[in-house]
């Protein structure tokens, strides 16, 4: 029924005595609160302010409404504040997202870490790429999605959204051992032209983005087998199954049977963790990427 700024400019008359000081106190001219308090009157539908001397002072209605007012002004502050506790507090469900290869590397410590220093946290973690993951931290179903973005294929973040860079990373070509590829520092993708290329499953991003860095490089996409899993195949290429490539994130054992090449082009990816922008304040969210960025630090030299 009545507008709080309104309620507010009677606060403040009957705290300072006068519109003048009013008006001081609220940063606005007298005559903005004398135009609140004319509005405040016909809402009211009673005399608010009547003449005393050379200024105002509050009618009986008046005296009563400006307690009203102090009583919801204080009401809307206690809330405001607590708002600001809520985003400061770290508790409650934190649910996060993140490509396999960061589970692996950096989930372990991050969970261990926010148990530790957070135990009020409940968190829930989802291995996904960032084609599922991204639309649910935009929905509000997650919380952070940690992904990758390749440099010759880039993941679009949302406008809604917020970016951390968490590490860059390269991957280079696997292939087998006995192959004449083996022995050589650097190839041109363009030199594969002998064997079947070990992917990701069809439809995902790593998928799409292998297929479209050999189609630019003029390399015929034989794809033998997909795979959701580094380990596995490096174990294909082990086996002389075909060639895949490894981010050195995902690699931290190698089979015997396997030599890695540096590629030219370089084969470069980012790491980010992303969460609604209006999130940004929330301590469980802070709590979490600070945590992602701690994680990341022992990979920082990657590429």
Known sequence: MFGLERMRALHAVATHGTVAAAATALHVTPSGVSQQLAKLEREAGQRLLEPHGRTVRLTTAGHVLAGHAAAILARVEKARTDLELLREDVTGPLRIGAIP?????????????????????????????????????????????????????????????SRTTLLSDVADLAVPAGHRLAHRKVVDLA??????????????????????VLRQEGVTTRISCTVGSYPTQLALVAGNVG????????????????????????????????????????????ACVDALAAAATRFRNLA
């Open 101 to 161: 290869t960061t589970v692996h590397a950096l989930l372990p410590p991050v969970l261990a870490a926010l148990r530790a220093q957070h135990p009020g946290l409940e968190v829930t973690l989802h291995e996904g790429e960032a084609e599922e993951t991204m639309p649910l931290v935009v929905e509000g179903r997650l919380d952070v999605a940690v992904l990758e973005s390749w440099e010759h294929r880039p993941t679009t973040v949302p406008p809604s959204t």
């Open 243 to 286: 060639a895949a490539a490894i981010p050195r994130l995902g690699r931290d054992s190698v089979p015997d049977g396997v030599r890695f090449v540096t590629t030219r082009p370089a084969l470069n990816r980012t790491i980010y963790a992303v969460n609604r922008t209006e999130d940004d304040d929330r301590g469980a969210i802070r």
């Open 191 to 212: 030199e594969v032209d002998d064997l079947p290329w070990i992917a990701w499953s069809a439809g995902s991003s790593c998928h799409d983005w292998l297929t479209h």
